[in-house]
C-alpha cells in the first residue's frame, strides 16, 4: 500500500478550482507536520502549503489568498483547495512531510495541475 497517494489533479481554466487529496499513511500523519510541494520540468520542487499538527498553516506568497490547506488525520487524507487558479500554477503537486524526506522513492506519484490561460 503506498504510503502517500494524491489525487485530484485536472485541466482547467484560468481562474478555475480544484481540490487535490492525498492520502497518507496513519504513521505518517500521526508524527509530523504535512506540506503540499509543485514541480514544472527542470526546476526543483516548491513548497507551496504546510499545515502543522496543531493546525497552523503558512503558504508561499504567490498563493496565498488563493490555496487552503487542511487535514482530517482521522481519515488519513491532507487537502489543498485552489482557488483563482492561474497559467503559473500548473505543475505537478505532491503531499509529503514538511521537512521533506531526503529519499526519492518516499515521494508518491503526484498528480498533475494544468490551468489553461
Known amino acids: 500500500q503506498a504510503q502517500l497517494a494524491e489525487s485530484g489533479g485536472g485541466l482547467v481554466q484560468s481562474g478555475g478550482s480544484l481540490r487535490l487529496s492525498c492520502f497518507a499513511a496513519p504513521r505518517i500523519l500521526a508524527k509530523n507536520d504535512m506540506a503540499w510541494y509543485r514541480q514544472t520540468p527542470g526546476a526543483q520542487r516548491e513548497l507551496v502549503a504546510v499545515?502543522?499538527?496543531?493546525?497552523?498553516?503558512n503558504y508561499t506568497d504567490s498563493v496565498k489568498g488563493r490555496f487552503t490547506i487542511s487535514r482530517d488525520d482521522a481519515k488519513n487524507m491532507v487537502y489543498l483547495q485552489m482557488n483563482s487558479l492561474k497559467p503559473g500554477d500548473t505543475a505537478v503537486y505532491y503531499c509529503n512531510t514538511e521537512p521533506p524526506p531526503v529519499q526519492e522513492y518516499l515521494w508518491g506519484q503526484g498528480t498533475q495541475v494544468a490551468v489553461a490561460s
Open positions: 499545515i502543522t499538527r496543531g493546525g497552523s498553516t
